[in-house]
């Protein structure tokens, strides 16, 4: 049974397959043949985990938006069971694959301990392999994987952004609402893009200040390097205070989170091959990692590249070493003295930290450190904010809808700003904010730690005397 449409046609933005980086063929795979092939199938073990007690229900997002059983993690599994029993991949089973976002909050909440995070992304990986989408649908998709994995194709794009901001033309576009009639998917990417401001290039080396501890890697990203370089920025210079020399090869390309959540198996294991090569060729002795998505990925990379000899044990000591920036400073403590920063923030669990990790008492801890700083928590706080990496330009309908959600609980903090760790909620929230009429400030959590250290004030951070509720989102 199809759930709503999220885009205004049947099934029009589930798209998904094989763009221009990835070296696999796309061929339909004949009408009666079974679901999945033998190459890295969901596993039936991990399958029969299911006991389909329905605790998964409340905290799927899907689930919360449409009802559907088969909108569920357990209707999911349901299906991806089916397959195995050699059912064949229809369209419909796919929208469904695909309709999931990927939070991972219903393995927070499994009692049974389903490994849900490996069943979708090993079932994604075979739709991505063996089910032929629209053409228009593989455009978008080979679009988008030709991009956004690619710094130096991002930052091409600064330059037409900021004319584009700085002209208006982005403020009277939202307002006038034609994009959102003429196509969603372009509604979101334009309202999605933040505000560009001044490119901070983190240097390859930042030296330790005071007693040296240690010497790290740190990943630039993709998104975070060229569309919030600031944050960067931050973090090698919340390091260097911390007593780390900080190493960031510039030659450092894509994590290949994006591609491993979306099934693009191949593109992915390129890009975590590469990554494991520039890090041990900088000889550090941790990998500090400040998106929440990116993270999760390379924490997985044992997972990835288990099958190849030549990476498997150099992918199992490398995950290992993996850090969350605030799982790395609760680690190893801080001595950095914290300044007063005396304000009210919300702090938002981005899925991928949260559930995906299991970061979560690192952040509050190390924000709540933080003299005259307090820590405001958010109504529904495990429901995805439906950024997703690119859910929210394959699914606009929908992610919006769940965007509006947690922009109006955000709101209802009356905190002046929202501190989170991951680019893509702080893009989805902010202009979901924006659309709500509502006014937050919004930072990551590593550029308010950066401030305290600094001594900087409030308002430099851009914090709002208070949060302004929403006008029109109810």
Excluded at 166 to 187: C, D, E, F, H, N
Aim: glycine fraction near 10%; hydrophobic fraction near 40%.
């Amino acid at each position: 049974m199809a759930h709503p449409d999220h885009t205004g046609g049947p099934a029009s933005a589930m798209t998904g397959t094989l763009g221009t980086d990835a070296p696999l063929s796309l061929a339909p795979v004949p009408p009666g043949e079974p679901a999945f092939d033998d190459h890295r199938p969901p596993s039936a073990t991990l399958v029969a985990d299911c006991v389909h007690c329905g605790f998964c229900l409340p905290t799927c997002p899907t689930y919360a938006l449409w009802g559907e059983e088969m909108d569920s993690p357990r209707g999911r599994i349901y299906l991806m069971g089916e397959g195995i029993e050699g059912e064949p991949m229809t369209p419909a089973m796919v929208e469904h694959f695909d309709a999931c976002l990927g939070c991972m909050a219903c393995v927070t909440a499994c009692p049974s301990g389903v490994q849900y995070d490996k069943l979708i992304e090993a079932t994604r990986a075979q739709v991505e392999r063996r089910f032929a989408r629209p053409k228009a649908d593989r455009a978008l998709r080979g679009a988008i994987f030709a991009l956004f994995p690619h710094p130096r194709r991002l930052r091409l794009m600064r330059g037409p952004l900021r004319l584009h901001q700085s002209s208006g033309l982005s403020r009277r576009l939202r307002k006038s609402g034609v994009l959102q009639r003429i196509s969603p998917t372009l509604a979101a990417m334009e309202a999605l893009a933040p505000t560009l401001g001044r490119a901070e290039r983190v240097p390859e080396r930042t030296p330790a200040q005071g007693e040296r501890r240690g010497t790290v890697g740190m990943l630039l990203g993709c998104v975070q390097r060229e569309f919030f370089p600031g944050v960067n920025a931050a973090t090698a210079r919340v390091l260097a205070a911390e007593g780390f020399d900080v190493i960031a090869p510039a030659a450092q390309g894509c994590c290949g989170a994006l591609s491993a959540h979306n099934g693009r198996e191949t593109e992915a294991q390129g890009f975590a091959r590469a990554l494991i090569d520039e890090f041990e060729r900088a000889g550090v002795d941790a990998v500090v990692v400040n998106a929440a998505g990116c993270g999760s990925s390379m924490k997985e990379y044992a997972d990835l590249l288990a099958g190849d000899p030549a990476y498997a044990e150099r992918a199992q000591r490398f995950a290992a070493g993996v850090r969350d920036i605030s799982e790395f400073l609760h680690e190893r403590g801080t001595v950095a003295p914290r300044h007063p920063l005396p304000m009210a923030i919300a702090y938002h669990d981005a899925c991928h930290l949260g559930h995906a990790q299991g970061v979560r008492a690192q952040p509050r801890e190390l924000l709540t450190g933080i003299p005259g700083l307090q820590l405001h928590e958010i109504a529904d706080a495990d429901l995805c904010c439906g950024s997703a990496g690119i859910y929210n330009i394959l699914n606009p309908v929908a992610a919006r809808e769940l965007g509006d959600r947690k922009a109006a609980n955000v709101l209802q903090t009356r905190a002046q700003m929202l501190v989170t760790a991951n680019p893509g909620c702080l893009m989805q929230v902010a202009s979901s904010v924006e659309r709500s009429g509502g006014r937050i400030g919004l930072a990551h959590t590593i550029e308010v730690i950066d401030a305290s250290i600094r001594g900087l004030s409030v308002e430099s951070l851009g914090a709002a005397p208070t949060a302004v509720p929403p006008t029109r989102l109810q």
